[in-house]
């Protein structure tokens, strides 16, 4: 179980502690770091810079595309809105205007059939006129005929027209 001596001591010798290897190493460390700072630190970090940098510039043209989105959006919501007022209003302007065009016929038709029915009543009337002067003429023609037989002479026309105008005047009365 034990190490013999001379094991032991080899062991040593291998673990034993040089100080030129200590300074030796440091100058290395020191050399490595240094060689890092400029050949390697400034060039990742360039890189890491710009990859950052058009992250960032990435991320701001999605923020601005957004609001460009949410802009388009707004403007697309009140011309839908300003459409669908417009569209109410022509309907509105539609079936006013067709109320308006009613009432305009309807007044017409109510003109033209007062007019139908005055001008009938007018016909009625002449053709009234026109019966009675022909009743007029026929009673006359047989007051003429009446007369001439009963007085079996012929009346001169002042006497014919006085008992025309006289029987006229009594039939017109009852």
Do not use: W
Not at 14 to 21: A, C, E, F, G
């Amino acid at each position: 179980m034990g190490m013999t001596l001379m094991e032991a001591g080899a062991t040593l010798q291998l673990v034993n502690i040089n100080p030129s290897t200590i300074i030796f190493t440091l100058i290395n460390t020191l050399i490595i770091l240094l060689l890092y700072r400029f050949l390697l630190h400034k060039p990742v970090m360039k890189i890491l810079d710009a990859r950052k940098e058009k992250i960032n510039s990435e991320m701001k043209a999605a923020e601005d595309a957004q609001a460009q989105a949410e802009a388009v959006k707004a403007e697309y919501d009140a011309k839908l809105k300003e459409s669908k007022e417009e569209a109410a209003q022509i309907v509105s302007n539609a079936v006013k205007r067709a109320g308006e065009r009613e009432n305009q016929i309807i007044a017409e038709a109510q003109q033209e059939a007062a007019d139908l029915k005055k001008k009938a009543e007018e016909s009625i009337e002449l053709e009234k006129k026109k019966a009675i002067n022909e009743i007029k003429d026929q009673i006359s023609d047989i007051v003429i005929m009446a007369s001439e037989k009963v007085c079996e002479k012929e009346i001169s026309k002042a006497d014919n027209e006085a008992l025309i105008d006289k029987f006229i005047a009594e039939v017109g009365n009852e």
